[in-house]
């Protein structure tokens, strides 16, 4: 038996023959960072798999929208879009040293008017953040130009 393992050990040492290794180096994959210019078209169809994944996933919770849901949303922007007009008319028609805080909802709106720019500020109650704009006054028709 020794005889079998010893002629078995020398048998595929013969015919295993030199062996060669490299080193391994790291090269992208993808093609925009130095990659196989090749794999391009397969990247590119591995992508297209996933977005219509998750193009799927979005029409179907299009579909489940209802169409009171839709209405709800629409009114409710136009009903913001309506009150942020009238707030931009009160804030731009104020006179020089107006000053005035409004709040509606969970937003309190602070305006402060000099001769040289309108100071808005937007402060959300709720977390206490708070936006600030500064516009310049531009007055008439002769200011523009």
């Given at each position: 038996m020794e005889r079998l393992v010893f002629r078995a050990a020398i048998l595929g040492a013969i015919l295993s023959g030199p062996v060669h290794?490299?080193?391994?180096?790291?090269?992208?994959t993808n093609p925009s960072f130095g990659g196989n210019t090749f794999a391009s078209s397969h990247l590119l169809s591995l992508a297209?798999?996933?977005?219509?994944?998750?193009?799927?996933?979005?029409?179907?919770?299009?579909?489940?929208?209802?169409?009171?849901?839709?209405?709800?949303?629409?009114?409710?922007?136009?009903?913001?879009?309506?009150?942020?007009?009238?707030?931009s008319e009160v804030?731009?028609?104020?006179?020089?040293?107006?000053?005035?805080?409004?709040?509606?909802?969970?937003q309190q709106i602070f305006y402060e008017r000099s001769?040289?720019?309108?100071?808005?500020?937007?402060?959300?109650l709720l977390d206490g953040s708070s936006t600030e704009i500064?516009?310049?006054?531009?007055?008439g028709a002769e200011a523009i130009n």
């Open positions: 290794a490299q080193d391994l180096v790291f090269q992208f297209d798999i996933q977005n219509q994944h998750t193009e799927k996933e979005k029409s179907a919770s299009r579909a489940t929208s209802s169409q009171s849901d839709l209405f709800v949303r629409q009114l409710q922007s136009r009903l913001l879009s309506s009150l942020s007009s009238g707030l804030i731009t028609g104020a006179q020089p040293g107006d000053t005035d805080t409004i709040v509606i909802g969970d001769l040289e720019n309108i100071r808005v500020q937007i402060t959300n500064v516009l310049p006054v531009v007055e």
